[in-house]
C-alpha cells in the first residue's frame, strides 16, 4: 500500500510541475488581425517590406493579415498580402516575414527541394509547385518572401517568369504606405 501511495504521490507531482512549465508565457504581445484593408496592416508592421508593382493576375480585391508576436529570443512579424480575382477565383499572396533571430528561414531551407533562379540585384529565388499551387521565395534584407498562387479546381499554372517578373517589381514600401 505504502509504494502504491508514494507513487500517486510522485505521479501528482509530475503532472503538478509539468503543468507550472507549461504554463508559462512562450509568447507575448501576440497579434493576429484577420483580413483588413492594406493600409491598417501595414500601419502596424515593425518593418519595411518591399511591395511588387506587378500582380500576374487581375486583382479586383486586395487585403493583407498580420501575425505578430515576441518570444525570448526576438520578435517575429509575418504579414500576407492577398491578392484575389474575385470572378476567376484566383488567390495569389505575398507573404513576408521577419524573424529578429533569423531561426524560423535560412537560404538554405528556403532552397531545399525548389528550382534555382537569379532575381535582380544578385537575389536568389526558389520556386516550387505542386498539385495544389505554385511558389517562389526569396531573402532580402533579413526578410523572408514568398509568393503562394493556390491552384482552385481546373485552374491554369501561372508561367513561372510571372512569379520572376512579380519579384522584381519590388520597391521599398515608403513610410505613409506607399511605394
Not at 484566383?90 to 533571430?101: A, K, P, R, W
Request: hydrophobic share 30%; with cysteine.
Amino acid at each position: 500500500m505504502k509504494i502504491v501511495k508514494h507513487v500517486l504521490i510522485f505521479f501528482v507531482l509530475i503532472v503538478i510541475t509539468s503543468c507550472k512549465t507549461n504554463s508559462d508565457i512562450s509568447t507575448t504581445n501576440y497579434v493576429h488581425l484577420i483580413e483588413q484593408p492594406v493600409a491598417l496592416i501595414e500601419s502596424k508592421l515593425e518593418f519595411t517590406p518591399e511591395i511588387p508593382t506587378y500582380i500576374p493576375i487581375n486583382v479586383t480585391e486586395a487585403t493583407a493579415s498580420l501575425e505578430s508576436y515576441e518570444t525570448k529570443q526576438g520578435k517575429f512579424q509575418e504579414v500576407v498580402y492577398h491578392h484575389r480575382n474575385i470572378n476567376k477565383q484566383q488567390l495569389y499572396n505575398l507573404i513576408i516575414t521577419y524573424d529578429e533571430t533569423d531561426e524560423i528561414y535560412s537560404e538554405e531551407s528556403i532552397a531545399r527541394g525548389k528550382e534555382s533562379h537569379e532575381l535582380k540585384h544578385g537575389i536568389k529565388g526558389y520556386y516550387d509547385e505542386d498539385d495544389d499551387g505554385q511558389s517562389l521565395w526569396w531573402r532580402n534584407n533579413g526578410l523572408t518572401y514568398r509568393f503562394v498562387y493556390f491552384l482552385n479546381e481546373g485552374q491554369p499554372r501561372l508561367d513561372k517568369q510571372e512569379f520572376i517578373q512579380s519579384a522584381n517589381s519590388v520597391e521599398q514600401l515608403q513610410p505613409n504606405g506607399t511605394s
